[in-house]
């Protein structure tokens, strides 16, 4: 069943009309991907599905539930997490402490007992490491990891605070081949914990491997959604 239902959804600024007629739905378990060129309307929809823009039209719902997410904390408490691709981080605090940062919005989602700092350490530890990554020291500040370790620490850290939805932008832009497969393979992960992941990209390259369903965008529209059985790759 779908969690999060993107209903003949819009956006105008001013007269600009951004986003408009855009419906898809965000299921358990699979990744839909969002492709289009530069100024197709990509960051716009991540914008509305973060809280960070209001829509202007259409209706979204959570389990069949009409819903505005009308602040960050809005959708953070809906269990709509954002990683956006300059990532929410404080780069001179240690990886462990980023970790934790801002957990009181998902209040009730993730886990229910308090931590101490060692308990805080511990768990970034088992967490990163259930997820396929081992690092040594998460007291190293997270400015020191690259932007593949980066990304990975914010998906692990929606996972263990109980989100239900994740929203990737553009998680792989910004790297090299190496890194974009650990981040991809880091992907499927989330989905096999069984969130909904939004994957946003204009590459549809690392879009396809990971990709059940894929929603093109271009110029605002949406020129529709398609399971993965109907997608090839060029070249
Ligand atoms: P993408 O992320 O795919 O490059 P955007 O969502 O940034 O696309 O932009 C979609 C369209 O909306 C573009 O024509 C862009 O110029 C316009 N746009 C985006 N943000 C604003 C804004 N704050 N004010 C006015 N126009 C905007
Ligand atoms: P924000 O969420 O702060 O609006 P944006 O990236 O959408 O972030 O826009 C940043 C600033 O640039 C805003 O003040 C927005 O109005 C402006 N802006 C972005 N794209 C456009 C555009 N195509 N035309 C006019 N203004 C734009």
Redesign the pocket.
């Known amino acids: 069943a779908a969690i999060l239902e993107v209903d003949q959804v819009g956006k105008r600024?001013?007269n600009?009309i951004?986003?408009s007629g855009i419906s898809t739905s965000v299921r358990a378990g699979e990744v839909t991907c969002v492709l289009?060129?530069?100024?197709?309307?990509?960051?716009?929809?991540?914008?509305i599905l973060a809280g960070a823009h209001e829509h202007s039209e259409g209706v979204l719902r959570i389990d069949g539930e009409e819903c505005r997410l009308s602040s960050p904390r809005e959708a953070l408490e809906a269990g709509v997490a954002t990683v956006y691709q300059d990532l929410a981080v404080v780069p001179l605090m240690p990886v462990w402490r980023n970790f934790f940062l801002g957990s009181e919005l998902t209040k009730g989602r993730g886990p229910l007992r308090r931590l101490d700092v060692a308990g805080m350490k511990r768990t970034t530890k088992a967490e990163l490491s259930a997820m396929g990554i081992d690092l040594r020291d998460v007291d190293q500040p997270i400015g020191t990891l690259s932007g593949g370790e980066r990304q990975c620490v914010a998906i692990a850290r929606a996972v263990y605070f109980g989100a239900r939805v994740l929203i990737l932008d553009e998680p792989t832009a910004a790297l090299g081949v190496k890194q974009s497969g650990v981040v991809l393979k880091y992907i499927a992960k989330a989905r096999d914990r069984g969130l909904g992941v939004v994957f946003i990209t204009?590459n549809p390259h690392h879009a396809y491997p990971v990709g059940d369903r894929f929603m093109l965008?271009r110029?605002?529209k949406s020129m529709g959604d398609f399971p993965k059985s109907e997608m090839t790759l060029d070249d």
């Open positions: 600024y001013g600009i951004a986003l289009g060129d530069n100024g197709a309307g990509k960051s716009t929809f991540i914008k204009h965008l110029r605002g």
